[in-house]
């Protein structure tokens, strides 16, 4: 799930959570099926590299970022030379710089750009890690080691292994920019180019929100569910489109229902997270004992996200 755009203090927002390393089967699968409870449960007490990892993210996904942080450091601490681990770290540090203070911010900011230039150091080849510095380059100033010339030469790298990615970093330097044409027109390159054409078609729909055409949003994104081979996490992307632009909310709930229900879950779209945004379409929809059971859901599966607690305290 990729947001391609904000302002510095939520700059984090962006980074996608896709990559799975190598670990314990059955406790990545309760990572990519949402199950954080149990997942906290069976890697509380393992002091390994990789089970310190997939806690941070188990924590991640909740946006517990000091909790995420100091697990991920401890990762890192343990096996410095693994790129996932510092990509994981620099996620953690960022999403936490998106809360806190200014001069907090700005501390967490340099250390996420550091854990970013070590992961593509270490594996010149990551493609996530390099699209992700990009995504700082892009958004954080000079004085913090932003710059539009540094992602463009991260689009270049990228370009060796993954053109479809590439054209997506060249739209997000554009509209930085201010160049939205050209930014359109890097998008269609990136759907042009990609094996899988929806999830630059849903980035296309992020664009045009962004920018305030929600007819296109409302397009774009039937576009792209009307492909063939789209992948599970593309209606999780699709319902947070139409959620987000205020379009559409029976199809939104459709879409979450069949991502639900797909067996496809992935841990960039965990499960509990599908169900507290089906929770705050049906309060938008004024379906008050709806999104009651879907935040309930979401906590049955993450007790510690405070998202859904809070929602669920606000209906009751």
Same mark, same amino acid.
Do not use: C
């Given at each position: 799930?990729?947001?391609?755009? /904000?302002?510095?203090?939520?700059?984090?927002?962006?980074?996608?959570?896709?990559?799975?390393?190598?670990?314990?089967?059955?406790?990545?699968?309760?990572? +990519?099926?949402?199950?954080?409870? %149990?997942?906290?449960?069976?890697? /509380?007490?393992?002091?390994?590299?990789? /089970?310190?990892?997939?806690?941070?993210?188990?924590?991640?996904?909740?946006?517990?970022?000091?909790?995420?942080? !100091?697990?991920?450091?401890?990762?890192?601490? @343990?096996?410095?030379?693994?790129? /996932?681990? &510092?990509?994981?770290?620099?996620?953690?540090?960022?999403?936490?710089?998106?809360?806190? +203070?200014?001069?907090?911010?700005?501390?967490?900011?340099? #250390?996420?750009?550091?854990?970013? @230039?070590?992961?593509?150091?270490?594996?010149?080849?990551?493609? %996530?890690? !390099?699209?992700?510095?990009?995504?700082?380059?892009?958004?954080?100033?000079?004085?913090? *080691?932003?710059?539009?010339?540094?992602?463009?030469?991260?689009?270049?790298?990228?370009?060796?292994?993954?053109?479809?990615?590439? &054209? +997506?970093?060249?739209?997000?330097? =554009?509209? #930085?920019?201010?160049?939205?044409?050209?930014?359109?027109?890097?998008?269609? +390159?990136?759907?042009? @180019?990609?094996?899988?054409?929806?999830?630059?078609?849903?980035?296309?729909?992020?664009?045009? !929100?962004?920018?305030?055409?929600?007819?296109?949003?409302?397009?774009?994104?039937?576009?792209?569910?009307?492909?063939? *081979?789209?992948?599970?996490?593309?209606?999780?992307?699709?319902?947070?489109?139409?959620?987000?632009?205020?379009?559409?909310?029976?199809?939104?709930?459709?879409?979450?229902? #069949?991502?639900?229900?797909?067996?496809?879950?992935?841990?960039?779209?965990?499960?509990?997270? =599908? &169900?507290?945004?089906?929770?705050?379409?049906?309060? #938008?929809?004024?379906?008050?004992?709806?999104?009651?059971?879907?935040?309930?859901?979401?906590?049955?599966?993450?007790?510690?996200?405070?998202?859904?607690?809070? =929602?669920?305290?606000?209906?009751?």
């Amino acid at each position: 799930m990729k947001l391609l755009y /904000s302002k510095f203090a939520v700059l984090f927002l962006l980074l996608a959570v896709t990559t799975i390393a190598a670990a314990d089967p059955a406790t990545v699968q309760l990572l +990519s099926r949402g199950r954080m409870n %149990e997942a906290i449960s069976a890697l /509380s007490n393992r002091g390994d590299a990789e /089970s310190l990892n997939l806690l941070s993210r188990a924590y991640y996904a909740m946006e517990r970022w000091d909790d995420a942080v !100091r697990w991920g450091e401890r990762a890192t601490a @343990e096996r410095p030379q693994d790129a /996932s681990y &510092h990509l994981w770290l620099a996620r953690a540090y960022g999403r936490k710089a998106g809360d806190s +203070s200014p001069l907090a911010a700005a501390g967490l900011a340099r #250390k996420a750009k550091n854990e970013f @230039e070590r992961a593509v150091q270490l594996d010149p080849a990551n493609v %996530e890690a !390099r699209s992700d510095l990009s995504k700082y380059y892009v958004q954080a100033p000079a004085v913090m *080691g932003g710059g539009l010339d540094k992602a463009r030469d991260q689009a270049a790298q990228v370009n060796k292994y993954d053109a479809a990615e590439a &054209h +997506s970093i060249l739209a997000q330097v =554009a509209a #930085k920019a201010k160049r939205y044409d050209e930014a359109e027109s890097q998008f269609r +390159s990136a759907i042009k @180019e990609a094996r899988n054409p929806a999830t630059y078609w849903l980035q296309l729909a992020d664009f045009y !929100r962004l920018r305030g055409r929600f007819d296109d949003v409302q397009k774009t994104v039937l576009t792209a569910m009307a492909l063939p *081979g789209r992948a599970a996490e593309n209606y999780f992307d699709a319902a947070n489109e139409l959620y987000l632009s205020g379009r559409d909310f029976p199809d939104a709930t459709q879409y979450l229902q #069949k991502y639900l229900d797909s067996g496809g879950l992935v841990e960039d779209a965990p499960a509990f997270r =599908a &169900h507290y945004l089906l929770g705050q379409i049906y309060e #938008k929809m004024g379906r008050g004992a709806d999104a009651t059971s879907e935040y309930e859901a979401s906590l049955a599966l993450a007790s510690g996200f405070d998202r859904a607690r809070k =929602a669920l305290d606000r209906l009751q």
